[in-house]
Structure formats: structure tokens, C-alpha cells
């Protein structure tokens, strides 16, 4: 846009906020940066927009409108109550072009719930928990435990409580599979990553080395850990990648979510994670188990081989 009639604009703007509106300076600037950054973000990405070189205002609309939420929201990782802030001053600003011009409002009718469990949201926790999957492992007891909880729970859709019972487990029991033991003497094969078959066979080395209590889930003194400690591990590994705190039933329903994306059917899913609702798992799509383990291996970021490192 213009520099000249975008300059020209928000002085009439900024006018129409200390005259007519009445309000405070901090306000006033908090309107004027919220439209700015509106205009610098549709000036960035113009091209990807289809927007003409000398666009106007009048060329934006809805369509830009969520182009920018999402690129807030999503890559630049603002919080909800800050998007709903600076849409709200962009709509005042459209109003006021409206009335001053005389023209329509492209996004009268626009709205953006503060309180609504908006779907973007949601994948934007899926893309941070996925990230944690590429970095580097950290080679401490602790740290092998935060990967592993991250895979029963988020890759397997396996319960704290579950994922707590386990006593021991046989890493490559067949090609990309493990075969997990419970305290009730029953076993689950479930499909694993190679990568994550590396970090379960130095897991088992290590606590091997730390002897005490027999179990799967020891901490340095060879204690049992309980589920409430394993659920505190977890919140250490959100904290540290600056991660909002997530239970392991929330953990659980973005896997779904996650693999629903990837195609899953409603069975599919239903069997691998043993599930016994499927009213979560209504959007699902896979033919069979043995797909949804074929997905999981093949298409999983879990599965890239960019982490040959993490041992």
C-alpha cells in the first residue's frame, strides 16, 4: 500500500479516536499498531494473497483477515486474548473507513470468539508437540522418560494410568513393532518408530544400571515413579520448550486429531489406541489396523530419519 495514503488515512484516523471517541493515548496507540501491523503483514505476503501491487484498503476483507490470524496465531505464536484485541481494532478502523467514505464494510459481520475452542489452536499445539520429536534427545534418565511418555501417550493413545502399569517391555519384536508387558501379566504389541526402538533399548539399559525396585518406571534412586510424578515429568518437558501445560487426556485427544489429518478410520484408530469410546473418534478415515500401522510408520514425523543423532 501507499505509504503517502496509508499515512494520510491513519491520521484521519487517529483523529477520529482522540475527537470523536474520546480515548486514552495508550488506546489510541494500541488501535493505530494493531492496523499497522494488519497493513505490514498484507504488504509482506501481498503476493500469496493475490493482492494487486498498489492494493487499497478496500481490496482486504475476510479472506486477509484470517491469512493474518492464522500467521499470529501459528507462526508467531500470539496468545488468543491478544488476536481477539487487535481484531477488534481492525474492525473499529473498518467501521470507521465505512462511515467516513461511505462505502461497505467488508467484514461487518466478521466475528472472533474469545472463548471459542477454535480448531487453530489446537493445531497449533499439534505442530509444537510434533517439533519435540526432532530435537535432540537428552541422554538422562529423565530425559529418556519425557520421550518415551510423549510416545505411549501421544503416538499410542495410551492412558497415565495404562502407561504406568507397564513392567517391562521387548524392544523389536518384529519390524517396527514392540511388545509391551503389564502388571496384570497381559501384553500389547504396538507399533513403534526406529527411532523411538532406540531410545526404549537405551532406556532399558539405563534402568537396568540403576537397580532397586523391578518396574519400568524408576527415578535415579530406583523407585517407582507414580502417575502423578510421570504426569509431572511430562509438564518439565512443555516447560522447557515453553509449552503450555497439557494433560495426558488432552495429549491424547490432539493424537486423534493428529492422525485423523494422516486419514485414520474410526476402527483403525479405535483398535491401535484401545478405546472403548468412539464418539471422539467420529472424523476418522483408515481401511484397517494394519493400514493405520503402516501410516504410522511411514508418515509419522516420529519416523524421519533426521534424528539418526538423538543416541
Known amino acids: 500500500m501507499d505509504k503517502a495514503e496509508l ?4 491520521g484521519l484516523y487517529k483523529s477520529h479516536l482522540q475527537v470523536k471517541k474520546m480515548l486514552a493515548p495508550n488506546t489510541i496507540s494500541l488501535y493505530l499498531n494493531s492496523i499497522k ?24 476483507g475476510v479472506r486477509e483477515i484470517e491469512a493474518f490470524m492464522q500467521h499470529q496465531l501459528k507462526d508467531l505464536n500470539w496468545k488468543r486474548s491478544t488476536m481477539v484485541t487487535c481484531i477488534s481494532s481492525i474492525k473499529i478502523f473498518y ?17 472472533f470468539s474469545r472463548h471459542t475452542n477454535n480448531i487453530s489452536e489446537q493445531d497449533i499445539k499439534i505442530s509444537k508437540i510434533n517439533q519435540l520429536f526432532e530435537l535432540s534427545l537428552e541422554n538422562s534418565l529423565q530425559g ?18 495404562q502407561i504406568n502399569k507397564i513392567r517391562s ?9 514392540v ?24 532406556y532399558l539399559k539405563m534402568i ?12 535415579r534412586k530406583g523407585k517407582k515413579l507414580t502417575t502423578a510424578q510421570l504426569q509431572n515429568i511430562l509438564n518439565k518437558y512443555f516447560a522447557k520448550y515453553k509449552l503450555p501445560t497439557i494433560s495426558a487426556n488432552e495429549l491424547r485427544d490432539l493424537s486423534v486429531q493428529h492422525f485423523s489429518g494422516e486419514g485414520a478410520d474410526v476402527r483403525s484408530l479405535q483398535a491401535l489406541r484401545n478405546v472403548k469410546q468412539l464418539r471422539r473418534l467420529q472424523s476418522l478415515k483408515v481401511n484397517s489396523f494394519g493400514d493405520l500401522q503402516k501410516k504410522f510408520k511411514k508418515k509419522h ?11
Not at 467501521?95 to 466475528?111: D, G, V, Y
Not at 504389541?189 to 533399548?201: A, E, G, Q, R
Open 7 to 10: 499515512n494520510k488515512i491513519m
Open 37 to 60: 501491523l494488519f497493513v505490514s503483514f498484507c504488504d509482506n505476503f501481498k503476493n500469496k494473497l493475490a493482492l494487486p501491487d498498489k492494493w487499497l484498503m478496500e481490496d482486504l
Open 95 to 111: 467501521q470507521f473507513l465505512a462511515e467516513s467514505e461511505n462505502t461497505k464494510n467488508p467484514i461487518q459481520h466478521f466475528k
Open 144 to 161: 529418556h522418560q519425557q520421550r518415551l511418555l510423549l510416545e505411549f501417550i501421544y503416538g499410542l493413545g495410551m492412558s497415565l494410568a
Open 169 to 177: 517391555a521387548i524392544p523389536e519384536l518384529d519390524e517396527g513393532q
Open 179 to 202: 511388545r509391551l508387558y503389564f502388571q496384570d501379566t497381559k501384553y500389547r504389541d504396538v507399533p513403534f518408530s526406529p527411532v523411538s526402538i532406540k531410545v526404549l533399548k537405551s
Open 208 to 219: 537396568d544400571n540403576v537397580g532397586g525396585d523391578q518396574g519400568f518406571w524408576l527415578n
Open 301 to 311: 514425523m516420529r519416523n524421519q530419519t533426521s534424528n539418526k543423532d538423538i543416541i
